[in-house]
C-alpha cells in the first residue's frame, strides 16, 4: 500500500494544541502515532503534552495535510507549527520546531530545511523571543530538555554539532568573551576545593579521550599554544616558579632523589650479551648514552637490575 505522510495537530479541552507530523501504517490508517502518544501518556512520560493529556484528557486529532515525500511532510510541520505558534507556551505544547531536524544528520535534506526555515530564520527567532521574554520555562520543558540532552540521540546530535568548525568558533569566543568579564572568577570560586562528581568510569574516559586527542596534531598544537600563553602571563609564571622551588625542597622530592640515586647506582646487565655494569651511569659510558636512555633500555627489557 502506498505511504502517507501527513501532518497534524491534536486540539486539546483547554484550546492548547500540538502539532505533529507522522505516516499511514500498512493498513492505511492515521491513529498509529495517536494510538504510541496515548501510551506516552499513560506510562507518564514528562513532556508538555503528554501532561496535559493527563490533566485534560485525550485530545482530537485533526490532519492538516498529507504529502508524498517525508521531507515536503518535514517542510510542511515546520509551517505549521509557527503558522499556529505552537511553541508558545499560552498556544501549544510544542518544544522544538518541528521537521525532526534536530535528530537529522548533518547535511541531509531535512537539517538544511530546519536550517532555512527555522535557524537562519531572523523573523522566526524575533517571534519565538518576543513571546518567551520574561516568562521563565515551566519545569515540564526543562525537564524534557535535560531528559533530551542525556539521551543516546541528545549527546550524539550535540557531539557532531560542536565538530562543526564554525560552532566551534562560536564557542570559543563565546567563552573568550565569558572569561573576560569575570566568569574566570567565578569558575574558580564554584570549583576550588570541591571534588568533581565523576564517577570512576567517568574520570576514566575522560582520562582516555583528552590522552587521545592530546597525541593528535592539534592536541599538541593547543598544548604549545597553553603553555605559551601561560608562561606569557608574569603572574602564572611566577606561580610556576615558587610551586617548582617549594617542590624542590620538600621531603617528597628529597625522598624521591634518593630513590632515584639508589636505583642509577645498582649494577645493570645487558640482556642480550650477559654483560654486568656497575651502574646505569657505566653502563652508559660504555654505550655513549645518557643515563635516561639506560634507564629507556630497562623499560623496554634490553637491560635489567642484577
Not at 490508517?29 to 503528554?50: M, W
Not at 574520570?203 to 593528535?216: H, I, Q, V
Not at 598544537?221 to 608574569?234: D, I
Not at 651511569?281 to 648514552?289: K, L, N, Q, S, T
Request: one cysteine or more.
Amino acid at each position: 500500500m502506498f505511504t502517507t505522510y501527513f501532518v497534524y495537530k491534536l486540539q486539546f479541552a483547554n484550546g492548547k494544541l500540538y502539532v505533529g507530523m507522522s505516516k499511514t501504517d500498512a493498513k492505511g490508517r492515521t491513529d498509529a502515532r495517536y494510538r504510541k502518544h496515548a501510551y506516552d501518556a499513560r506510562r507518564g512520560k514528562a513532556l508538555p503534552v503528554y501532561s496535559a493529556w493527563r490533566k485534560h484528557g485525550a485530545p482530537a486529532q485533526v490532519i492538516l495535510s498529507t504529502h508524498a515525500t517525508r521531507d515536503e511532510c518535514a517542510l510542511a510541520e515546520i509551517d505549521a507549527i509557527q503558522t499556529l505558534d505552537s511553541m508558545n507556551p499560552a498556544r501549544g505544547y510544542n518544544l522544538q520546531p518541528g521537521g525532526q531536524g534536530l535528530h537529522a544528520p548533518i547535511g541531509s535534506a531535512v537539517y538544511e530545511l530546519m536550517r532555512a526555515k527555522v535557524w537562519d530564520n531572523s523573523e522566526r527567532r524575533r517571534k519565538s523571543s518576543e513571546a518567551l521574554k520574561g516568562k521563565p520555562l515551566p519545569d515540564s520543558v526543562r525537564a524534557a530538555h535535560r531528559e533530551w540532552q542525556t539521551s543516546d540521540a541528545g549527546r550524539a546530535v550535540t557531539a557532531q554539532i560542536t565538530q562543526s568548525p564554525e560552532v566551534r568558533a562560536k564557542l570559543s569566543a563565546a567563552m573568550t568573551r565569558r572569561l573576560a568579564t569575570g566568569y574566570r572568577e567565578y569558575l574558580s570560586d564554584v570549583q576550588i576545593g570541591k571534588p568533581r562528581e565523576l564517577s570512576p568510569e567517568g574520570r576514566e574516559r575522560g582520562a582516555a579521550a583528552r590522552k587521545a586527542w592530546l597525541a593528535t596534531d592539534e592536541g599538541k598544537a593547543a598544548s604549545r599554544r597553553g603553555a605559551q600563553a601561560m608562561r606569557a602571563n608574569p603572574e602564572n609564571e611566577a606561580k610556576r616558579k615558587a610551586a617548582a622551588d617549594a617542590y624542590a625542597k620538600s621531603d617528597v622530592n628529597k625522598a624521591h632523589c634518593l630513590a632515584m640515586a639508589a636505583k642509577v647506582s645498582k649494577p645493570v646487565k645487558d640482556v642480550a650479551t650477559g654483560q654486568v655494569y656497575g651502574s646505569r651511569m657505566a653502563a652508559a659510558r660504555a654505550f655513549g648514552v645518557s643515563g635516561p636512555t639506560i634507564g629507556y633500555w630497562i623499560k623496554k627489557g634490553k637491560f635489567e637490575y642484577t
